[in-house]
């Protein structure tokens, strides 16, 4: 057995005994945490991170003891890197390319079983140096495990979760079985060749997961922060329809930022209807001592947030044209915001604005990804299918004065007399958001339910039947 140095702990008396022992527990450890996540409190990130780690840890011992193990060794340094690339893109918008895409899958497979198949190849070398039968083959299961894993997504049983208990059954009792081959190695006398590691691991996997931080850091900066593509505004000229709109009612405060497109189809409005909220996204709380026991806890109003306006512009056979208009109060929009509006009736997008001021100039943008798309929203009770708008809001570092206004027409059925907007907008005050995910995304998901930065806006519209029915 080869000769092992510089023994200054107790883990390095345990290797003189065993030294085979540290290497298989960091690789059995680190196949495990890379194998099975689970995905809470981004443990599913950590774990893996923490496995890829002491895979190449493990390796890097074993790297003299055959070619085999230095081959393995090498795939594991590549994985260490394309773990720093993997967490890179699930910062960034590729990672919505990137997690959906099979190809991408079927490679990693791929070099997971040649990962495993290399690694078997190397105990068997030293089996064979050694003279000793091998009594197990566990990697062999691993391998078929890997596979039937792969293919289980393609199946009718993927979304049956029961099926996973026992091959994580089956995947525990190979580990274990695994567990044992480096006793068996040093039981049989099998030559080791210390890897002569003198770096402290410690200080290699905490710089390992600074580096990780750093890379999701920029990731989520430069991710969350959209460029626009901004012109200067240009002047409102003055209309008929204007006029005959503000005598309607129609908010005077509001009238100037609207352009003269979509003035335009407002043309021939009988009525206009306006219902303004503003929306806050910090909980700010206050309490009121009733006694030494207990107290009221309740909310205090707070004057900064988004001022959240919805107009309704009736014309004639009940067809309504609706503008959700917003503007922030005190705060900014820098991080990717992202907004949805959806009723109960059929609707039509026809434009969406941002407008804003930088270095005293006005400015006005088309909103990112504005669609108008029939998609599934869940909530804490069901999942709805309804055709909704949605967009994302970011504003140019150091702009201010930041509105912007959605328009869209509703054409209700001649006997219906009230319909319904519910306009939901979600507000990040940084960009440190892992993984990626479109903002207006997270609001479909039903992922931000209960959290103080998705406010909505619930509005009703009523038409002149129902007005002349309740007068």
């Not at 003891?65 to 960034?92: E, G, K």
């Not at 200067?232 to 209309?239: C, G, L």
């Not at 996204?281 to 004057?303: G, H, K, T």
Request: glycine share 4%.
């Amino acid at each position: 057995m080869g000769t092992i140095n510089n023994f200054n702990n107790s883990e390095d008396e345990i290797a003189l005994i065993n030294p085979w022992k540290q290497p298989f527990n960091n690789i059995i450890w680190g196949l495990i945490t890379t194998s099975i996540t689970l995905n809470l409190f981004m443990l599913q990130y950590i774990l893996s991170t923490a496995g890829v780690v002491l895979l190449y840890l493990g390796f890097r011992n074993l790297r003299k003891v055959n070619r085999w193990f230095h081959i393995t060794w090498i795939l594991s340094t590549i994985r260490l890197v394309w773990h720093l690339v993997q967490l890179f893109i699930f910062a960034t918008p590729f990672n919505l390319i990137y997690r959906d895409n099979k190809m991408i899958a079927f490679v990693i497979t791929i070099f997971q079983i040649a990962f495993l198949l290399t690694f078997r190849n190397g105990i068997h070398t030293v089996y064979k140096q050694a003279n000793v039968i091998k009594r197990r083959d566990p990697i062999l299961f691993l391998v078929v495990w890997t596979i039937i894993v792969a293919f289980i997504p393609l199946t009718p049983y993927a979304n049956i979760w029961l099926i996973f208990i026992p091959l994580i059954i089956f995947y525990i009792i190979f580990i274990s079985s695994l567990s044992s081959v480096g006793n068996d190695l040093s039981n049989a006398a099998c030559e080791f060749i210390s890897g002569n590691v003198k770096k402290n691991h410690n200080i290699f996997t905490l710089g390992y997961f600074a580096c990780c931080l750093v890379l999701i850091s920029i990731g989520c900066f430069f991710s969350n922060h959209i460029r626009l593509n901004m012109s200067p505004q240009t002047p409102r000229t003055e209309s008929d329809i204007r006029t005959d709109l503000l005598d309607l009612g129609f908010p005077i405060d509001i009238m100037g930022d609207i352009s003269d497109e979509d003035i335009s189809r407002f043309s021939g409005a009988i009525h206009v209807q306006s219902y303004g909220d503003l929306l806050t996204f910090d909980s700010m709380f206050a309490s009121n001592p009733i006694n030494s026991r207990s107290e009221i806890i309740y909310s205090e109003p707070s004057y900064s947030g988004l001022n959240a306006t919805t107009i309704y512009v009736e014309l004639p056979d009940n067809l309504i044209y609706a503008i959700e208009y917003f503007e922030w109060i005190d705060r900014n929009a820098y991080w990717h915001d992202g907004f949805t509006i959806f009723g109960q009736d059929d609707f039509e997008l026809l434009n969406g604005v941002l407008l804003f001021k930088k270095d005293g100039v006005g400015y006005t943008a088309p909103i990112p990804r504005l669609a108008c798309e029939i998609v599934a929203s869940k909530s804490m009770f069901n999942e709805n299918v309804l055709k909704q708008i949605s967009g994302a809001v970011s504003f140019p570092f150091h702009s201010d004065d930041q509105r912007g206004y959605i328009v869209y027409s509703v054409q209700l059925p001649k006997e219906k007399w009230i319909g319904s907007n519910c306009f939901n907008y979600v507000h990040y005050s940084h960009p440190f958001r892992f993984p990626y995910e479109d903002t207006e995304q997270q609001i479909l998901k039903g992922s931000l339910l209960f959290r103080d930065n998705l406010q909505q806006h619930y509005t009703n519209i009523k038409t002149q039947a129902y007005r002349e029915a309740h007068p």
